[in-house]
């Protein structure tokens, strides 16, 4: 899963953008260093990635980043989420659903890097296959990949604790790669579409640099207090229908725009092409001020509402006191007013409200709805209190609260300090940190909740589920417990979630994943406060951009046509 950043904060920065910087350059000799304003697309990030190696990436920012330079060998098509080629053009599974056969397509470089000899990227290689997913079962620090696969591919475990080989996965010859698994696993193949099992070359890794197969490429000239800038890999393995090599784009830049707010001027003072998040009061006046700019032919912006499979949700610290005890947890769950965070913090840029489980509303054919959360009703709350052994809140820890430092985060976590005390007696404590911050001080147990918001890997319940998995649980309360932050420990939900993993039919599988979300819901060990829905606001110059529920960026075949305006 990955960390949603929730941040519009207040503060203009960012008064040039990366396309047209008069010093934006490449250090990459291989590439031409020349930013060309009308092919180079710019969009807005809220805060700096953290990593660009693919079995660390846990944010949605550095998955943005890190998909457009290494690639897994699947992808999930942008339109509908199905599974298509990409560095694999085929693949197979056998009858007992243990053995996937993957053929690699040929002619595919990595791009070119001084890591690689005479600094020409070299042919992707079955050999890159098995050392990338050396890897993710390897012994590394911030290896979140592991989390994925874990118990997953034959001898993957032993490989971890031992080296040598992993028995589970063969190069058969230099473009075929065979996984056998140690059981059946129903989201095996998700799996291998996402960013966390891109492949890398040895080369790269070992000296420290950038070096993918993806359609952009890295150069750190181009990594920027302001923005990162990624520029055209000319050597890309997909071309169009006539032969052209892509991508089209010369350059895509992620720029550094903290404030809804100010990603929305500069949308419109035409020095953004994409944004997302806009507050819908900031999207109403924009409509009715402007409205000939979304009626007339052609038409200047394109705007759309989209679900997210994405939550946002409170973590509670199951395995130290107050939350050790269900009754705590309940009282919180139903003390929370969710509906009016939506409203009145939100401003309505939500799907809804969390009245149900910790799975959102945005994966199809999972009845999310059928699963019963705790109603707000701050009567029963304080009854559950009393019952827990704090009457009126009396003896109750103050409760360390982390959140990240945007705007949005801080107003949700005050509002939330705000009802606990009115509603329960009880005081909280806010820390404004930054997502590294928050996951030590969670792997350490210094903090009785945080605010986290996770966007799905694959569309499919069980990537939320995971969050809760006991078995990602160690024995000391200062040992990291990610992704289960929660700590929290079920045999039944383990079992069933052990059960949605192996049951390949889907409606059966959600099914298990149904009764498993209303044990969460139940127990309460998250707290989910909204469900996603995000508005986009699109220049009708881009072409061929696909906003979708995953919040994939796949640019590879997006174009810039007739570009009225150059940015400057």
């Excluded at 846990?58 to 992808?75: A, D, K």
């Excluded at 190069?171 to 890398?200: K, R």
């Excluded at 929305?264 to 402007?290: C, H, N, R, W, Y």
């Excluded at 976590?413 to 404004?432: D, H, P, R």
């Amino acid at each position: 899963m990955k960390n949603i950043a929730l941040s519009f904060v207040t503060t203009t920065i960012l008064l040039l953008m990366a396309c047209g910087g008069e010093n934006s350059s490449s250090g990459n000799d291989s590439q031409n260093s020349k930013l060309i304003n009308d092919k180079c697309l710019d969009f807005a990030i809220a805060e700096k990635y953290e990593t660009l190696d693919p079995i660390k990436v846990t944010s949605v920012v550095s998955f943005h980043i890190v998909s457009q330079v290494y690639e897994p060998l699947l992808r999930f098509n942008e339109k509908d989420l199905s599974l298509e080629p990409l560095l694999a053009e085929s693949w197979e599974v056998g009858e007992n659903n243990l053995v996937y056969t993957f053929r690699l397509k040929k002619g595919v470089y990595f791009q070119d890097n001084s890591c690689f000899d005479g600094g020409k990227g070299r042919e992707l290689k079955a050999s890159d296959i098995i050392y990338s997913f050396n890897r993710i079962y390897a012994e590394t620090d911030g290896n979140y990949a592991y989390a994925l696969f874990r118990n997953t591919i034959k001898g993957g475990e032993a490989y971890r604790k031992s080296g040598g080989e992993i028995a589970g996965i063969k190069a058969i010859d230099d473009y075929t790669v065979e996984f056998t698994l140690s059981h059946p696993s129903s989201n095996f193949i998700s799996l291998l579409a996402i960013v966390n099992s891109a492949i890398v070359p040895k080369e790269a890794i070992e000296k420290n640099m950038v070096a993918g197969t993806g359609p952009f490429t890295y150069n750190q000239e181009n990594d920027t207090e302001k923005a990162v800038t990624l520029l055209k890999n000319k050597n890309y393995h997909i071309s169009d229908k006539k032969g052209s090599k892509l991508p089209y784009l010369e350059s895509v830049a992620f720029n550094y725009v903290k404030s809804g707010q100010d990603q929305l001027d500069l949308f419109m003072s035409d020095k953004l092409d994409v944004i997302t998040g806009i507050p819908p009061k900031a999207i109403k006046d924009i409509v009715e001020s402007q409205i000939a700019s979304f009626q007339d032919k052609p038409v200047k912006y394109v705007l759309g509402r989209y679900p997210q499979v994405s939550t946002t949700f409170l973590n509670l610290n199951t395995a130290i006191a107050p939350f050790n005890n269900i009754k705590v947890r309940q009282a919180l769950g139903i003390a929370i007013n969710k509906a009016r965070i939506v409203d009145a913090v939100l401003k309505g840029e939500a799907f809804g409200p969390g009245n149900h489980g910790i799975v959102p509303s945005a994966i199809k054919g999972y009845d999310f709805s059928s699963v019963i959360g705790h109603e707000f009703n701050v009567p029963k709350a304080k009854k559950m209190l009393a019952d827990a052994g704090y009457p009126n809140g009396k003896g109750f820890p103050t409760l360390k609260f982390a959140t990240g430092k945007g705007n949005t985060t801080l107003r949700v976590a005050l509002e939330i300090q705000k009802q606990l005390l009115t509603n329960l007696n009880i005081n909280v404590e806010i820390s404004s940190l930054s997502l590294n911050e928050i996951e030590e001080m969670n792997s350490k147990s210094q903090v009785h909740l945080s605010l986290n918001g996770w966007l799905g890997e694959f569309p499919g319940p069980i990537t939320f589920l995971s969050l809760l998995y006991g078995d990602d649980v160690p024995n000391s309360t200062e040992e990291s417990s990610y992704p289960n932050q929660s700590r929290y420990k079920n045999t039944t939900f383990d079992k069933l979630y052990e059960q949605a993993l192996a049951t390949l039919d889907v409606k059966k599988r959600y099914e298990l994943c149904l009764t498993a979300d209303q044990i969460i819901a139940t127990e309460v060990p998250v707290i989910p406060l909204w469900y996603h829905e995000k508005y986009q606001l699109i220049k009708s110059v881009v072409k061929d951009y696909q906003p979708n529920s995953m919040d994939i960026l796949y640019l590879t075949h997006v174009k810039l046509e007739n570009a009225p305006v150059e940015k400057n």
